[in-house]
């Protein structure tokens, strides 16, 4: 029998272990104003994932990890719909790989419309991204009801 899969805000005293987590997978760091979620499975923490602020209405979800003994398992699902449960904001962004897109989609993310400006914020990220990784990525936007 598969142990539960909690989901919680990361405390800022852990913020060293995702830093470390995200160093070890080339992702950008994070800082403690972001919201940062963590999976544990037996209280073993098994994934994560973070909303940055871009401005007060706009932010950028990302930064899901899962480790490997545990991907396949819903893991990064469920900690999409934490994060979306916790966010605050009506225009939120998104830059997965291109390969695993499709998560995002079920979760009302889409591909940027062409009359939507992309804050410099996020543009730079998805630069900064398709220079850093060998395998492409996809900007998403998911615009709350």
Same mark, same amino acid.
């Given at each position: 029998?598969?142990?539960?899969?909690?989901?919680?805000?990361?405390?800022? $005293?852990?913020?060293?272990?995702?830093?470390?987590? %995200?160093?070890? #997978?080339?992702?950008l $760091? $994070?800082?403690?104003?972001? +919201?940062?979620?963590?999976?544990?499975?037996?209280?073993?923490?098994?994934?994560?994932?973070?909303?940055?602020?871009?401005?007060? $209405?706009?932010?950028?979800?990302g930064?899901? %990890?899962?480790?490997?003994?545990?991907?396949?398992?819903?893991?990064?699902?469920?900690?999409?719909?934490? #994060?979306?449960?916790?966010?605050? %904001?009506?225009?939120?962004?998104?830059?997965?790989?291109?390969?695993?897109?499709n998560? +995002?989609?079920?979760?009302?993310?889409?591909?940027?419309?062409?009359?939507?400006?992309?804050?410099?914020?996020?543009?730079?990220?998805v630069?900064?991204?398709?220079?850093? %990784?060998?395998?492409?990525?996809? #900007?998403?936007?998911?615009?709350?009801?």
């Amino acid at each position: 029998m598969h142990k539960m899969t909690t989901i919680r805000k990361l405390s800022n $005293s852990e913020l060293d272990w995702a830093n470390q987590r %995200y160093a070890e #997978l080339g992702f950008l $760091s $994070s800082k403690a104003e972001d +919201y940062i979620a963590v999976a544990e499975v037996g209280g073993v923490k098994v994934g994560l994932g973070r909303l940055v602020a871009v401005d007060a $209405s706009t932010g950028e979800l990302g930064g899901i %990890y899962v480790a490997p003994a545990f991907r396949g398992a819903k893991v990064a699902e469920k900690i999409v719909a934490f #994060l979306l449960q916790q966010s605050p %904001y009506q225009h939120l962004f998104c830059i997965p790989f291109s390969r695993v897109a499709n998560i +995002y989609t079920r979760f009302g993310f889409q591909e940027v419309p062409k009359d939507i400006v992309v804050p410099a914020l996020v543009a730079n990220k998805v630069a900064w991204c398709k220079n850093e %990784y060998p395998e492409p990525v996809s #900007l998403l936007l998911r615009v709350a009801n």
